[in-house]
């Protein structure tokens, strides 16, 4: 089985990415042919600092293979160094109804918060399904905010299929509905354009105050507080096991429980969580020559499947004379 998924770098990589893809895609490596690869295009549609979104790619390949991301066991690139990703882009978009990209959340969320329109914010799906499609992919891991863009790549995979004849694989979503939507500091969904996210590699300072800014709500010491409404129990349930969520409810449920000192808490665990993967990312943060070189002989591989399906693709449509 293919199991693929991408992560944009525009922004550094948190605790929600972590919780809501990152870690089940690490652990697909074991059991599956895994294709991981960082979506430096995607992120043009947001990022117009060149220097800033160069960073945040070698930033983003750093988090991956410090996380426990092995090159060895699977095939990690950056998409760019792909270049059939736009290829595919292209001749896709002749079988994307205009309706199909009008009615996509993400697109109209970004413009209900003022971001400009152009074709690259209208066309993302577009890109997103030649991501998937170009691997022929059956699983694509991702959190809950991605299901409507899976099924545009279905639909565009099968409307191809329907006009040249079977060529797509049509990729099922895998959403860990525990993991759906990892609230952030202001309980919205975590995201890295919010500002309200916990970064996966901070300094202890910057990570207490992450934590400390995590918005509670105005009940008394005395009061009994409810877990299940409650920001700050969202997070910290991510990283404890049911004992320790049935522990700290209890606590929520009884008069007495201060949230500045579940905080404190908070942070020695996520600090703890993270420790034996910080070295590593300190490692590779010394080595960025190797981690080029990693991603570039990853991008060799990749696009050797790539080809396949291309090449099949330029075929059927008329490219190849
Ligand atoms: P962001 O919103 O921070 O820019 P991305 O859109 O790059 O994150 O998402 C990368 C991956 O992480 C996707 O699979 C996405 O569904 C997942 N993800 C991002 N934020 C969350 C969250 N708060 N909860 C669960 N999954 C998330
Ligand atoms: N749109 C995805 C996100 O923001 C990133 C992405 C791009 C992706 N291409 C992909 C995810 C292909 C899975 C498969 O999270």
Not at 183 to 210: H, W
Not at 268 to 280: G, H, L, S
Request: net charge neutral; glycine share 6%.
């Amino acid at each position: 089985m293919r199991v693929l998924s991408g992560i944009q770098p525009s922004g550094n990589l948190h605790i929600g990415n972590f919780f809501g893809m990152m870690r089940s895609m690490i652990k697909w490596q074991e059991k599956s042919e895994l294709f991981c690869f960082i979506v430096n295009l995607h992120a043009l549609t947001t990022v117009t600092d060149g220097t800033k979104l160069a960073h945040n790619t070698m930033e983003a390949a750093m988090d991956f293979l410090a996380l426990g991301l092995d090159p060895e066991k699977s095939l990690f690139w950056v998409q760019d160094d792909v270049p059939e990703h736009a290829e595919l882009t292209w001749i896709l978009s002749n079988h994307t109804p205009m309706g199909l990209l009008e009615r996509s959340h993400s697109y109209k969320d970004k413009l209900a918060k003022n971001m400009p329109s152009n074709l690259g914010l209208f066309a993302y799906p577009v890109l997103m399904a030649a991501d998937i499609l170009l691997y022929q992919a059956n699983l694509v891991p991702v959190g809950r905010d991605q299901k409507q863009h899976l099924e545009i790549a279905r639909d565009i995979a099968g409307s191809f299929n329907h006009i040249y004849g079977p060529t797509f694989v049509l990729p099922e979503p895998g959403i860990d509905e525990d993991m759906a939507v990892i609230p952030g500091l202001d309980g919205q969904k975590m995201s890295k354009s919010y500002g309200n996210a916990i970064d996966i590699f901070l300094t202890k300072d910057e990570l207490k105050a992450r934590v400390m800014a995590i918005v509670t709500d105005a009940r008394k010491v005395s009061e009994v507080k409810d877990p299940d409404s409650c920001n700050l129990f969202g997070i910290y349930k991510l990283f404890a096991d049911s004992d320790g969520q049935a522990e700290l409810r209890e606590r929520y449920l009884k008069p007495g429980l201060k949230y500045a000192e579940v905080k404190k808490e908070l942070v020695e665990i996520i600090w703890n969580y993270f420790a034996p993967y910080r070295e590593k990312r300190e490692a590779l943060a010394k080595k960025p020559d190797t981690v080029r070189m990693i991603m570039a002989e990853g991008a060799v591989k990749a696009r050797k499947v790539a080809t396949i399906t291309m090449d099949m693709v330029k075929e059927r449509v008329g490219l190849i004379y």
